[in-house]
Structure formats: structure tokens, C-alpha cells
């Protein structure tokens, strides 16, 4: 039986997104296809030159972002990590 060894829980999205570079360039359209606090699962074209940190805008206006590192990668899939870290709860 397979466990799932993820830190944080994921959350279908399936939604539009665009993938930057740090200083603002666009690299590409994308979708997120799940979220978490610490990460996401991004479905990108085969043919794009991705860096290792990128940042992911979430909205049109780039007000609701993530600063991303690869964690793996497929020809179509990436998995990103966000950073810095995502903070601790404290229980």
C-alpha cells in the first residue's frame, strides 16, 4: 500500500497561472494542478527552458505569488517547493 510521505496536505486546483523570473521576466503561462502551504504540482509545455527558482504568479496583477524551487521534474510536470520555508504551527 502506497503512504503518502508529503508534509503538508495537497489541494486540487487545476488553475492558471504564470511562471516569472525573479527580476519580473514572464517564462511562461502554466497550470497548477494542486497546492499546498509548502508546495504545488505545475503542468508546463515540454519545451520550456525552466530555471531551478522561479517565481509562480497567482493573479493577473502578480499581487499573489510564491517563490519556487524545482523539487522534480517530468517532461509536462514540474513539483515545486516554496520558499523561504513555510512557517511552523505552533499547536
Do not use: Y
Not at 503512504?3 to 525573479?22: H, I, P
Not at 508546463?44 to 505569488?65: A, C, R, T, W, Y
Request: aromatic share 6%; glycine share 6%.
Amino acid at each position: 500500500m502506497h503512504t503518502d510521505r508529503r508534509k503538508f496536505r495537497r489541494r486540487n486546483l487545476e488553475r492558471g497561472a504564470v511562471l516569472s523570473t525573479e527580476d519580473g521576466s514572464v517564462i511562461t503561462e502554466c497550470v497548477v494542478s494542486d497546492v499546498s502551504i509548502g508546495g504545488a504540482c505545475i503542468t508546463i509545455d515540454e519545451s520550456v527552458d525552466l530555471p531551478e527558482k522561479f517565481k509562480l504568479l497567482l493573479s493577473q496583477i502578480g499581487n499573489v505569488h510564491r517563490n519556487c524551487q524545482v523539487a522534480w521534474r517530468t517532461k509536462t510536470q514540474i513539483g515545486v517547493k516554496f520558499f523561504p520555508d513555510p512557517p511552523v504551527d505552533i499547536v
